[in-house]
């Protein structure tokens, strides 16, 4: 019995003590320290640099990398949705879907853009509250970053509710976020409109940074112009309009120079790490301008075939090249690749001036004055003028002018941002055009909207569809 | 004396019960003496007495004394057999004159102790001690010093022999057996009183002996008192086999291990899964741990890998080197592979998907003896896939353009109009139709005295490659193994460091892959140039221009200090410290690039740079406490765990080097790139204990218990708690068993308890911004984002294990078949959940309600078939049922995979086949949900799963000096069958094996293959993802051949050597395949989940090598 009662008393002993040290001290040799490469969520925000770090990555990076595809997406899929983009290969199905119109709710195309848009979202949203919440930060850092974040929470905005219609509105908390229903578009829209103006407030006119690569106030202002517009708030569209080309800060620049990043015609670009833009892969196989290879996405000959003789943009921004047969390569961007930083000197442009002149031509128009329609005429010959045309004759007719200005939209910003397909859809001119152009695959019932994709429907079961998926 | 034997031999068969006694009447003596007993008078010796008794106990007639005299006696009532009875008749005579006629042939004696105290004990005490000496030495008539000499009764005396060999020691009793047992030989008995003068032992290896020390977790025991399941093999498994690496040794031969290595290149990564996959989205790594420290550097990585990853910059053998490759098999004493709850849960949460226990070899001290063991070998590809001749193949382009009315071109079909009609190469034989050249030495010396050990050895390697051009690999290692012992054996010290270093030198792309180059394209111009056919095009030979070099470093270093506290308690220390190093550079030079896109001014030649650390440290406090405790041996182990790995890389991209003489100095770069780093850390703290309880050989019992903590979760849920049960019933110790003499040896195990598995990334619990290389930078600027979605509930995925076994050893062991059930269901699944993607996040890491069942049945049998003087005939067979099955999961559609409940974790689905149309030979599928299309999402049905099993035969003959061992490794399993076709024929510049030459050609055709055109659809490239091209890709490898011929000793041992042998042996010499058209069924790629080395992934299959070497020491 003493045996056993020490042996009992033994283990107890031997298991006990340090169980007890372990249970009391060893939580702290577990706990880890945030890794050289991480920094704690609740420091970001803490310093002018982190937080600067954290609003800089929306501008290149987005979450894992998936900025530069959803520019991409936001380019290439209004194109092949409208007549200004064919996809030439046959290796993505699903892209030859979404040229036909005919998206499927399992496209994973589909589903990458919306995952692409929120994590772009997300990264702003944790941004606009971290720099709201913190305390730390110096007053005009902390205006420019929130500004910025604004900005770019109303840019994914403006292209979800594009493509999507109403969405949800997500906040900075993942899982709070995650199981959201649909927002009404004016709600989207309201959000839009709210934080561009509070950006107009936050960012200053200059530039912070170098060759206009991140948001100031002018850069807000466009995109507001733009936003009226779609809205059909033509009055403010043209103030905003007129407020960006008054400032005497831009300039049309030859054709050739539109896209280079120091061209005088920016009003924001996203900066590229090697100085070619996101899109030139879609758009070109190689910098060289004797290519044979086709690229993936190639301007249509409906587009190609409608400019008017000596345009400028025709000369400089589109090659046509010939591999097996005729097509019609986007040579807006020239540069294909580069193999060290900064080599190339082109960006991602994100909006120019001469959109600006347009809104502001389509605003005046729409208001239905003799005085506005002078004024847009002279703003679309502005635009013609820079492409080497002649101006256009005056009109009384606001049809003839709108269509005058549409027709200069389509040439001026072809594969630029969807232009051409929110174009359509916002002037009701989607059926009408394609049933014409697409007439094996338009199909004048279905949705011009994007399916929400189906995998999302699944696990967010509060999503609703689009009509006709 | 006859009787005394025959009580001696009664008494021998309970030796518990003596040494009780024994303990008793110590404990008696020291009660006695501190109380100081005085008894009676000191006339007591003068007491006379008359008794007259028949057929009395001795006890009683005790009683009687005690009455008459004043002597007191000490005894322990049971020693004295119920059945004794002695006649007593004595009138007036002393105490002692009584009991000297009593005792005389009882077995018994007595000693007055003191003056009036009588202590009885055994007579077989009182006999006269025996000095015996003599010698042991190994097989081959070494001297083996630190080998112990004890008895079976008398548990006190013990020794052990010293440096030559010799030993001395006193017997006390005549009637004891002496026995010489040493770690890793078999134990050997003798009878003291046979032993005559000069004692000379020869001790026999214990391999495959039921007395073979198993290794354990923190501890050894024989596979005949384990109470888990473990399998293992030893040096002389790996000895004959020419491998690299030690986990190649193992494939196989281990029931429930499934080994398989990515490709045959040096330096290649490893699959093992253990038991099957329990985990359907962590890690299914097995915990490796080299002599007491863990080696197994999972670091968070997805997939989860455990191999040596530079983060983008791979070259051909993969993205992953296994860090294994390191270990010198020659190293190696054995691998032992824990399988169960009983063996693994001591491992807690890092034991769910199985243990991997290497030993190397140790300094066994004794004669200084040099080893040299060389072999040398060439190594060639041995299966090749047929591929199409020109003609056929241009037959083949041809009927593709004609039949998608696209007009060939000189643009997308060059074959057809540009190049030479008639050329044909054979890709594979250009690629891989090489040699290998493999060349391996190892040095060792080792000796000491019984107290002071040394091992040095020292192992160059080098391995060639089948491609052209001069790539390989170079290993060089060394290490030392040296142990320091008290003249008193109480305390000891161990070190041992182990430094490896291999330069591996490959092509950026592994050149098997190139088999279905077109074979007419020319890869020179008439005047010797590279050929670029377009200004986009890729000229093969430019990945023999890309070298990839990889540089690996390993230290491992182990101190084990212990001390001896008291009797039976032990108190230890294991210090580990590894430190592996991962170096790996691409080169890109501009005479490898296509000239169109080469700008001089502007070169862009790079240079991939990654350098990755991993460090790792371990300190394991332990104690050991073993006694007697009733009949029983009881030994209870509690220790404690602190490991900490850090990991530090870097990952960089240089580009414009002046030169491409400079491309390997980063610092020529005119740019330089940063990827980002790799930076984790890992923290692990347990507290382990184990209590194990053996009954006199007979009734085992284990019982284990672990408490860890991992860095890997949250505050709250860091801690958690594994145990095991495990006990044995070695039913041929019963005395009813005894008699049946064709059944040697029989035990009936089980055993149950938890482990858990924490192999999901790291830092999973807390919100964190990732900093992001400078690729990512915004104009000079660095930039952060959010990483992850917080889970502070995070907790371990836990494993409960149930095993069931049987062992039986039949006509002396010479048939041995071990049998185990296993059943295992793993849950609280850690996994990525799908998040709505509106989050921003797609998912994040949670413990997803799932069990995965993992059941099967193994079998291990050796038998001795033949056994003759000169001839011996056996044979090892190992076989594995084993079935994988999804047995509940909650809302699957959270998974990003398809997971169906009764499939398999990596169950595959397919489209179901019905038939090539054969009016346009198009292949068809079923449409199951009848709307019209054959979709991914709704289309698809589990792939048949057979019955699949698997395992080896391994066949050893020996003849006098002379072996040979050979193995089979046998898989029987459902797979892909073609996967080195690509649907439709004909669409690119790309060649098709022999299948195309069944293909639909016209109307009509019932084919088997689909027809040929130039134009994409998804009913083509469906087909390698249905049940077409889906069936029995069973194989049998003859995977090892070994003869071995040592030289007779007469000879050697006159020109000063004491061994010498001579060898030749081959691996994967010959492989009987299902599959045709695949190099070898067993590759696999890093992270391909579904179907562990299916081979249907084309990679440079492991070679057919043959080498030749010798092996002497002296």
């Given at each position: 019995?003493?045996?056993?009662?020490?042996?009992?008393?033994?283990?107890?002993?031997?298991?006990?003590?340090?169980?007890?040290?372990?249970s009391?001290?060893?939580?702290?040799?577990?706990?880890?320290?945030?890794?050289?490469?991480?920094?704690?969520?609740?420091a970001?925000?803490?310093?002018?640099?982190t937080?600067?770090?954290?609003?800089?990555?929306?501008?290149?990076?987005?979450?894992?990398?998936?900025?530069?595809?959803?520019?991409?997406?936001?380019?290439?899929?209004?194109?092949?949705?409208s007549?200004?983009?064919?996809?030439?290969?046959?290796?993505?199905?699903?892209?030859?879907?979404?040229?036909?119109?005919?998206?499927?709710?399992?496209?994973?195309?589909?589903?990458?853009?919306?995952?692409?848009?929120?994590?772009?979202?997300?990264?702003a949203?944790?941004?606009?509250?971290?720099?709201?919440?913190?305390?730390?930060?110096t007053?005009?850092?902390?205006?420019?970053?929130?500004?910025?974040?604004?900005?770019f929470?109303?840019?994914?905005?403006?292209?979800?509710?594009?493509?999507?219609?109403?969405?949800?509105i997500?906040?900075?908390?993942?899982?709070?976020?995650?199981?959201?229903?649909?927002?009404?578009?004016?709600?989207?829209?309201?959000?839009?409109?709210?934080?561009?103006?509070d950006?107009?407030?936050?960012?200053?006119?200059?530039?912070?940074?170098?060759?206009?690569?991140?948001?100031?106030?002018?850069?807000?202002?466009?995109?507001?112009?733009?936003?009226?517009?779609?809205?059909?708030?033509?009055?403010?569209?043209?103030?905003?309009?007129?407020?960006?080309?008054?400032?005497?800060?831009?300039?049309?620049?030859?054709?050739?120079?539109?896209?280079?990043?120091?061209?005088?015609?920016?009003?924001?670009?996203?900066?590229?790490?090697?100085g070619y833009?996101?899109?030139?892969?879609?758009?070109?196989?190689?910098?060289?301008?004797?290519?044979?290879?086709?690229p993936?996405?190639?301007?249509?000959?409906?587009?190609?075939n409608s400019?008017e003789?000596?345009?400028?943009?025709?000369?400089n921004?589109?090659?046509?090249?010939?591999?097996?047969?005729?097509?019609?390569?986007?040579?807006?961007?020239?540069?294909?690749?580069?193999?060290?930083?900064?080599?190339?000197n082109?960006?991602?442009?994100?909006?120019?001036?001469?959109?600006?002149y347009?809104?502001?031509?389509?605003?005046r128009?729409?208001?239905?004055?003799?005085?506005?329609?002078?004024?847009?005429?002279?703003?679309?010959?502005?635009?013609?003028?820079?492409?080497?045309?002649?101006?256009?004759?005056?009109?009384?007719?606001?049809?003839?002018?709108?269509?005058?200005?549409?027709k200069?939209?389509k040439?001026?910003l072809?594969?630029?941002?969807?232009?051409?397909?929110?174009?359509?859809?916002?002037?009701?001119?989607?059926?009408?055009?394609?049933?014409?152009?697409?007439?094996?695959?338009?199909?004048?019932?279905?949705?011009?909207?994007?399916?929400?994709?189906?995998?999302?429907?699944?696990?967010?079961?509060?999503?609703?569809?689009?009509?006709?998926? | 004396?006859?009787?005394?034997?025959?009580?001696?031999?009664?008494f021998?068969?309970?030796?518990?019960d003596?040494?009780l006694?024994?303990?008793?009447?110590?404990?008696?003596?020291?009660?006695?003496?501190c109380?100081?007993?005085?008894?009676k008078?000191?006339l007591?010796?003068?007491?006379?007495?008359?008794?007259?008794?028949?057929?009395?106990?001795?006890?009683?007639?005790?009683?009687?004394?005690?009455?008459?005299?004043?002597?007191?006696?000490?005894?322990?009532?049971?020693?004295?057999?119920?059945?004794?009875?002695?006649?007593?008749?004595?009138?007036?005579?002393?105490?002692?004159?009584?009991?000297?006629?009593?005792?005389q042939?009882?077995g018994?004696?007595?000693?007055?102790?003191g003056?009036?105290?009588?202590?009885?004990?055994?007579?077989t005490?009182?006999?006269?001690?025996?000095?015996?000496?003599?010698?042991?030495?190994?097989?081959?008539?070494?001297?083996?010093?630190?080998?112990?000499?004890?008895?079976?009764?008398?548990?006190?005396?013990?020794?052990?022999?010293?440096?030559?060999g010799?030993?001395?020691?006193?017997?006390?009793?005549?009637?004891?057996?002496?026995?010489?047992?040493?770690?890793?030989?078999?134990?050997?008995?003798f009878?003291?009183?046979?032993?005559?003068a000069?004692?000379?032992?020869?001790?026999?290896?214990?391999?495959?002996s039921?007395?073979?020390?198993?290794?354990?977790?923190?501890g050894?025991?024989t596979?005949?008192l384990?109470?888990?399941?473990?399998?293992?093999?030893?040096?002389?498994?790996?000895?004959?086999?020419?491998?690299?690496?030690?986990?190649?040794?193992?494939q196989?031969?281990?029931?429930?291990?499934?080994?398989?290595?990515?490709?045959?290149?040096?330096?290649?990564?490893?699959?093992?899964?253990?038991?099957?996959?329990?985990s359907?989205g962590?890690?299914?790594?097995?915990l490796?741990?080299?002599?007491?420290?863990?080696?197994?550097l999972?670091?968070?990585s997805?997939?989860?890998?455990?191999?040596?990853?530079?983060?983008?910059?791979?070259?051909?053998n993969?993205g992953?080197?296994?860090?294994?490759?390191?270990?010198?098999?020659?190293?190696?004493?054995?691998?032992?592979?824990l399988?169960?709850?009983?063996?693994?849960?001591?491992?807690g949460?890092?034991?769910?998907?199985?243990?991997?226990?290497?030993?190397?070899?140790?300094?066994?001290?004794?004669?200084?003896?040099?080893?040299?063991n060389?072999?040398?070998?060439?190594?060639?590809?041995?299966?090749?896939?047929?591929?199409?001749?020109?003609?056929?193949?241009l037959?083949?382009?041809?009927?593709?353009?004609?039949?998608?009315?696209?007009?060939?071109?000189?643009?997308?079909?060059?074959?057809?109009?540009?190049?030479?009609?008639?050329?044909?190469?054979?890709?594979q034989?250009?690629?891989?139709?090489g040699?290998?050249?493999?060349?391996?030495?190892?040095?060792?010396?080792?000796?000491?005295?019984?107290?002071?050990?040394?091992?040095?050895?020292?192992?160059?390697r080098?391995?060639?490659?089948?491609?052209?051009?001069n790539?390989?690999?170079?290993?060089?290692?060394?290490?030392?193994?040296?142990?320091?012992k008290?003249?008193n054996?109480?305390?000891?010290?161990?070190l041992?460091?182990?430094?490896?270093?291999?330069?591996n030198?490959l092509?950026?792309?592994?050149?098997?892959?190139?088999?279905?180059?077109?074979?007419?394209?020319?890869l020179?111009?008439?005047?010797?140039?590279?050929?670029?056919?377009?200004?986009?095009?890729?000229?093969?030979?430019?990945?023999?221009?890309r070298?990839?070099?990889?540089?690996?470093?390993?230290?491992?270093?182990?101190?084990?200090?212990?001390y001896?506290?008291?009797?039976?308690?032990?108190?230890?220390?294991?210090?580990g410290?590894?430190?592996?190093?991962?170096?790996?550079?691409?080169?890109?030079?501009?005479?490898?690039?296509?000239?169109?896109?080469?700008?001089?001014a502007?070169?862009?030649?790079?240079?991939?740079?990654?350098?990755?650390?991993?460090?790792?440290?371990?300190?394991?406090?332990?104690?050991?406490?073993?006694?007697?405790?009733?009949?029983?041996?009881?030994?209870?182990?509690?220790?404690?765990?602190?490991?900490?790995?850090?990991?530090?890389?870097?990952n960089?991209?240089?580009?414009?080097?002046?030169?491409?003489?400079?491309?390997?100095?980063?610092?020529?770069?005119?740019?330089?790139?940063?990827?980002g780093?790799?930076?984790?850390?890992?923290?692990y703290?347990?507290?382990?204990?184990?209590?194990?309880?053996?009954?006199?050989?007979?009734?085992?019992?284990?019982?284990?218990?672990?408490?860890d903590?991992?860095?890997?979760?949250?505050?709250?849920?860091?801690?958690?708690?594994?145990?095991?049960?495990?006990?044995?019933?070695?039913?041929?110790?019963?005395a009813?068993?005894?008699?049946?003499?064709?059944?040697?040896?029989?035990?009936?195990?089980?055993s149950?308890?938890?482990?858990?598995n924490d192999?999901i990334?790291?830092?999973?619990?807390?919100?964190?911004?990732?900093?992001?290389?400078?690729?990512?930078?915004?104009?000079?600027?660095s930039?952060?984002?959010?990483?992850?979605?917080?889970?502070?509930?995070?907790?371990?995925?836990?494993?409960?294990?149930?095993?069931?076994?049987?062992?039986?050893?039949?006509?002396?062991?010479?048939?041995?078949?071990?049998?185990?059930y296993?059943?295992?269901?793993?849950?609280?699944?850690?996994?990525?959940?799908?998040?709505p993607?509106?989050?921003?996040?797609?998912?994040?890491?949670?413990?997803?309600?799932?069990?995965?069942k993992n059941?099967?049945?193994?079998?291990e049998?050796?038998?001795?078939?033949?056994q003759?003087?000169?001839?011996?005939?056996?044979?090892?067979?190992?076989?594995?049922?084993?079935?994988n099955?999804?047995?509940?999961?909650?809302n699957?559609s959270?998974?990003?995979?398809?997971?169906?409940?009764?499939?398999?974790?990596?169950?595959?689905?397919?489209?179901?086949?019905?038939?090539?149309?054969?009016?346009?030979?198009?292949?068809?599928?079923?449409?199951?949900?009848?709307?019209?299309?054959?979709?991914?999402?709704?289309?698809?049905?589990?792939a048949?799963?057979?019955?699949?099993?698997?395992?080896?035969?391994?066949n050893?003959?020996?003849?006098?000096?002379?072996?040979?061992?050979?193995?089979?490794?046998?898989?029987?399993?459902m797979?892909?069958?073609?996967?080195?076709?690509?649907?439709?024929?004909?669409?690119?510049?790309?060649?098709?094996?022999?299948?195309?030459?069944?293909?639909?050609?016209?109307?009509?055709?019932?084919?088997?293959?689909p027809?040929?055109?130039?134009?994409?659809?998804?009913?083509?490239?469906?087909?390698?993802?249905?049940?077409?091209?889906?069936?029995?890709?069973?194989?049998?490898?003859?995977?090892?051949?070994?003869?071995?011929?040592?030289?007779?000793?007469?000879w050697?041992?006159?020109?000063?050597?004491?061994?010498?042998?001579?060898?030749?042996?081959?691996?994967?010499?010959?492989?009987?395949?299902?599959?045709?058209y695949?190099?070898?069924?067993?590759t696999?790629?890093?992270?391909?989940?579904?179907?562990?080395?299916?081979?249907?992934?084309?990679?440079?299959?492991?070679?057919?090598?043959?080498?030749?070497?010798?092996?002497?020491?002296?």
């Amino acid at each position: 019995m003493k045996i056993k009662y020490s042996l009992s008393k033994l283990i107890l002993t031997c298991f006990g003590i340090p169980t007890l040290i372990l249970s009391s001290s060893c939580n702290k040799f577990v706990e880890l320290d945030a890794p050289l490469n991480k920094i704690e969520a609740s420091a970001a925000y803490s310093t002018d640099g982190t937080a600067t770090a954290s609003v800089i990555a929306l501008y290149n990076y987005g979450i894992f990398n998936s900025l530069n595809a959803m520019l991409v997406s936001i380019n290439v899929f209004g194109g092949i949705s409208s007549d200004e983009l064919h996809y030439t290969p046959t290796a993505t199905p699903e892209l030859t879907e979404i040229e036909n119109n005919a998206i499927s709710i399992a496209s994973v195309q589909n589903g990458n853009l919306w995952a692409y848009a929120y994590s772009e979202l997300l990264e702003a949203n944790a941004a606009i509250d971290g720099i709201t919440a913190s305390t730390t930060l110096t007053p005009s850092v902390k205006s420019q970053l929130l500004g910025e974040a604004k900005f770019f929470r109303a840019f994914v905005n403006f292209y979800l509710v594009n493509y999507y219609g109403g969405v949800p509105i997500t906040s900075g908390d993942p899982l709070a976020s995650a199981y959201l229903p649909r927002s009404t578009p004016a709600q989207v829209y309201a959000l839009i409109v709210s934080d561009l103006k509070d950006a107009q407030g936050l960012l200053p006119v200059t530039y912070v940074g170098t060759l206009k690569s991140r948001v100031n106030q002018y850069a807000a202002t466009a995109l507001l112009a733009r936003v009226y517009l779609y809205q059909q708030d033509y009055v403010n569209a043209e103030a905003a309009a007129t407020t960006v080309i008054g400032s005497g800060v831009y300039t049309l620049a030859a054709t050739n120079s539109v896209f280079i990043n120091t061209s005088t015609e920016t009003i924001l670009q996203f900066a590229t790490y090697y100085g070619y833009s996101a899109v030139s892969t879609s758009y070109r196989t190689s910098t060289s301008a004797t290519n044979i290879a086709p690229p993936a996405y190639v301007l249509t000959s409906n587009i190609a075939n409608s400019f008017e003789a000596n345009d400028n943009r025709k000369t400089n921004w589109v090659d046509s090249t010939v591999s097996g047969s005729k097509f019609y390569r986007i040579n807006k961007y020239k540069i294909y690749t580069a193999a060290t930083a900064g080599a190339g000197n082109e960006f991602n442009v994100v909006l120019r001036l001469a959109e600006l002149y347009l809104i502001r031509a389509e605003a005046r128009a729409q208001q239905n004055n003799l005085n506005n329609l002078t004024g847009a005429l002279a703003d679309v010959n502005v635009i013609r003028t820079r492409a080497g045309l002649a101006n256009l004759p005056t009109t009384t007719l606001v049809p003839v002018m709108l269509a005058a200005i549409a027709k200069e939209r389509k040439l001026e910003l072809f594969g630029e941002f969807g232009h051409r397909w929110f174009d359509l859809l916002r002037t009701g001119q989607a059926n009408t055009v394609l049933s014409v152009l697409k007439p094996t695959t338009w199909d004048v019932n279905r949705s011009v909207l994007f399916p929400i994709p189906d995998q999302q429907r699944r696990v967010n079961t509060s999503l609703t569809q689009n009509p006709g998926y | 004396m006859q009787k005394s034997t025959k009580n001696g031999a009664l008494f021998s068969l309970c030796p518990i019960d003596k040494t009780l006694l024994v303990m008793k009447l110590v404990f008696t003596l020291i009660i006695v003496s501190c109380l100081s007993v005085s008894a009676k008078t000191a006339l007591s010796q003068d007491v006379k007495m008359s008794v007259d008794l028949k057929g009395v106990a001795i006890s009683k007639l005790i009683n009687i004394i005690e009455k008459q005299s004043p002597y007191k006696f000490i005894y322990n009532n049971n020693i004295f057999p119920a059945n004794s009875k002695v006649d007593v008749s004595a009138s007036n005579q002393s105490v002692a004159e009584i009991l000297d006629k009593v005792l005389q042939n009882s077995g018994f004696t007595y000693k007055l102790l003191g003056d009036n105290i009588i202590v009885v004990t055994k007579a077989t005490e009182a006999v006269q001690s025996k000095r015996i000496t003599g010698m042991v030495v190994d097989e081959n008539d070494n001297p083996l010093p630190g080998v112990t000499i004890r008895f079976q009764n008398e548990k006190r005396i013990s020794t052990a022999t010293d440096v030559n060999g010799h030993f001395g020691i006193e017997s006390p009793n005549e009637n004891d057996i002496l026995i010489i047992s040493f770690i890793g030989y078999q134990l050997q008995q003798f009878p003291v009183k046979n032993i005559t003068a000069g004692l000379r032992v020869t001790m026999k290896s214990a391999v495959g002996s039921l007395d073979e020390v198993q290794v354990i977790g923190y501890g050894t025991t024989t596979r005949a008192l384990n109470t888990g399941s473990v399998s293992s093999i030893t040096a002389k498994d790996i000895g004959s086999q020419p491998v690299s690496n030690p986990l190649a040794a193992m494939q196989g031969r281990l029931p429930g291990v499934q080994i398989t290595q990515n490709n045959g290149l040096p330096g290649a990564g490893y699959r093992v899964q253990i038991r099957g996959v329990g985990s359907i989205g962590s890690g299914t790594l097995p915990l490796y741990i080299i002599d007491g420290v863990p080696f197994t550097l999972f670091n968070g990585s997805t997939p989860a890998t455990d191999g040596l990853n530079a983060y983008g910059v791979s070259g051909a053998n993969g993205g992953e080197t296994s860090p294994l490759g390191m270990i010198n098999p020659d190293d190696i004493e054995r691998i032992d592979v824990l399988k169960d709850a009983d063996a693994t849960a001591i491992y807690g949460s890092k034991g769910s998907n199985g243990v991997v226990l290497i030993t190397t070899k140790k300094a066994t001290g004794g004669k200084t003896k040099y080893t040299i063991n060389f072999y040398q070998g060439v190594g060639k590809v041995a299966h090749f896939i047929d591929e199409l001749s020109t003609p056929d193949y241009l037959a083949l382009r041809r009927t593709a353009f004609a039949a998608s009315g696209v007009i060939p071109t000189s643009i997308n079909a060059p074959d057809l109009l540009v190049w030479d009609q008639n050329a044909n190469t054979n890709w594979q034989k250009q690629f891989i139709g090489g040699t290998a050249n493999t060349t391996n030495v190892d040095f060792s010396i080792s000796g000491g005295s019984p107290q002071n050990t040394f091992l040095f050895t020292s192992n160059y390697r080098h391995e060639g490659t089948v491609y052209p051009g001069n790539f390989g690999a170079n290993t060089f290692s060394n290490r030392l193994n040296t142990g320091h012992k008290s003249e008193n054996n109480r305390f000891g010290i161990d070190l041992n460091v182990n430094y490896g270093y291999m330069q591996n030198n490959l092509p950026s792309t592994d050149l098997s892959t190139l088999y279905n180059l077109a074979p007419n394209m020319p890869l020179y111009n008439a005047d010797g140039t590279l050929n670029w056919y377009s200004s986009t095009s890729t000229n093969p030979l430019v990945y023999i221009l890309r070298p990839n070099n990889n540089t690996t470093t390993n230290l491992l270093s182990k101190m084990d200090v212990y001390y001896q506290v008291a009797k039976g308690l032990t108190v230890k220390a294991n210090l580990g410290y590894t430190l592996t190093g991962l170096k790996q550079t691409l080169a890109t030079p501009l005479t490898s690039l296509n000239p169109a896109s080469v700008n001089l001014a502007a070169p862009s030649n790079t240079l991939r740079y990654a350098n990755n650390t991993y460090s790792n440290y371990i300190v394991e406090p332990q104690a050991e406490y073993r006694r007697k405790v009733l009949k029983g041996d009881l030994n209870v182990l509690i220790g404690g765990t602190f490991q900490e790995t850090v990991l530090d890389g870097i990952n960089l991209q240089g580009t414009g080097f002046s030169s491409d003489a400079l491309i390997n100095s980063i610092n020529n770069a005119a740019s330089i790139i940063n990827f980002g780093s790799n930076n984790s850390d890992y923290k692990y703290n347990a507290l382990f204990g184990r209590v194990n309880y053996i009954w006199e050989d007979k009734y085992l019992l284990n019982g284990t218990f672990r408490r860890d903590g991992s860095s890997r979760f949250g505050p709250s849920h860091r801690f958690g708690n594994f145990w095991a049960v495990g006990a044995a019933w070695v039913f041929t110790q019963e005395a009813l068993m005894k008699n049946i003499s064709w059944l040697s040896f029989g035990k009936l195990r089980a055993s149950y308890g938890l482990t858990g598995n924490d192999q999901i990334a790291n830092y999973q619990y807390y919100p964190y911004y990732n900093a992001v290389g400078s690729a990512s930078s915004y104009q000079g600027q660095s930039v952060i984002y959010p990483s992850n979605v917080p889970n502070p509930d995070l907790h371990w995925e836990t494993n409960k294990k149930l095993d069931a076994a049987i062992e039986l050893g039949f006509l002396k062991d010479r048939i041995y078949l071990k049998a185990d059930y296993f059943l295992n269901r793993s849950s609280d699944q850690l996994l990525s959940l799908i998040v709505p993607t509106q989050a921003g996040i797609s998912s994040y890491t949670a413990n997803f309600p799932a069990v995965v069942k993992n059941q099967g049945f193994e079998f291990e049998l050796s038998t001795t078939n033949i056994q003759s003087k000169s001839f011996k005939w056996a044979t090892n067979v190992n076989l594995t049922i084993q079935r994988n099955s999804i047995t509940s999961i909650e809302n699957p559609s959270q998974l990003f995979n398809t997971y169906i409940i009764g499939q398999p974790v990596n169950g595959i689905l397919l489209y179901h086949f019905t038939g090539i149309n054969p009016v346009t030979g198009v292949p068809t599928y079923q449409d199951l949900n009848g709307d019209g299309s054959i979709t991914f999402a709704a289309d698809r049905i589990p792939a048949p799963l057979g019955n699949p099993y698997y395992g080896g035969i391994t066949n050893s003959f020996t003849y006098k000096g002379l072996t040979l061992d050979v193995s089979f490794l046998f898989n029987h399993r459902m797979g892909y069958i073609n996967n080195s076709s690509s649907y439709p024929y004909g669409t690119g510049l790309t060649n098709q094996n022999t299948s195309a030459l069944e293909r639909w050609m016209a109307p009509g055709d019932n084919a088997l293959y689909p027809g040929a055109t130039t134009v994409s659809a998804a009913s083509y490239s469906n087909y390698n993802s249905s049940d077409a091209n889906w069936g029995d890709a069973s194989f049998i490898k003859l995977k090892t051949v070994n003869l071995n011929y040592m030289l007779p000793k007469i000879w050697v041992q006159r020109v000063g050597f004491n061994n010498v042998s001579v060898f030749a042996r081959g691996e994967n010499l010959y492989t009987w395949a299902k599959q045709k058209y695949t190099y070898d069924p067993e590759t696999a790629v890093s992270g391909a989940a579904p179907g562990l080395g299916t081979g249907q992934f084309i990679a440079l299959p492991q070679l057919r090598t043959m080498v030749l070497g010798f092996n002497c020491t002296f």
